[in-house]
């Protein structure tokens, strides 16, 4: 009797092979299987596959959104901190202490200046750069420059939106004013009622409105 079988209850080396090539044979096609799901062949790299089929692969892109919105550019320079103030940038107005005046009272004449843009700026506020002049009707009756004596410069920085006012007003003394007339006695103005106007300019600024008063 022969001593070559295979012992009961072992299998063969063939069968092992075999068995072994159908289970790699199965790995392999669940692999496939797998990356067939996933790279989805006939869709775009990167994109989701088109519900709509040919179709909707045919739209046209939509063009990219218009809706940002546009840089603004500027048209002139912006002013800066510390410039040089433009006229249309500053607001003079002229002021008295009363609106109207008993015959034993002399009105006080001040100003008040404002800086109206965005950016501080510089001003000339001194006595040199001041003018208040005082008309009735179409007659200038007097002008603070006509006899001025010690005039100064005085450079000022106006912060946006914050008032400056006279430290210390010019009184008149309701006489009629002319550069020939400072040494010697004036003519007194008309009074019982009379109408005045008071305008002023600073560093060629003018007042944008008068201020009315009246002399009794």
Known sequence: MSTNRTPQGRVSPAVYRRRRLVV????VA????IVLIVVRPGASQGEPASKGGPAAANETEAPPSSTEPATAIPTEPTAADG???????????????????AADQQ????VTITN??????????GTTAQVFTIRSGEEQYWV?????????DA?????????ISSSVPIIWDRTRSSPDTCDQP???????????????????IESEASKQFMLF
């Open 24 to 27: 790699l044979l199965g790995l």
């Open 30 to 33: 669940v692999i496939v299987a």
């Open 83 to 101: 410039d040089p103030c433009e006229p249309d940038q500053v607001l003079v107005e002229a002021v008295t202490d009363r609106t109207e005046y």
């Open 107 to 110: 009105p006080q004449l001040s």
């Open 116 to 125: 109206t843009g965005t950016n501080a700026c510089v001003l000339n506020a």
């Open 144 to 152: 603070s420059t006509d006899c001025q004596t010690d005039q100064v």
């Open 155 to 163: 450079e000022v920085l106006l912060a946006p939106g914050t008032p």
């Open 186 to 204: 004036r003519e007194a103005v008309p009074a019982g009622g009379a109408s005045y106007h008071l305008d002023v300019s600073v560093d060629g």
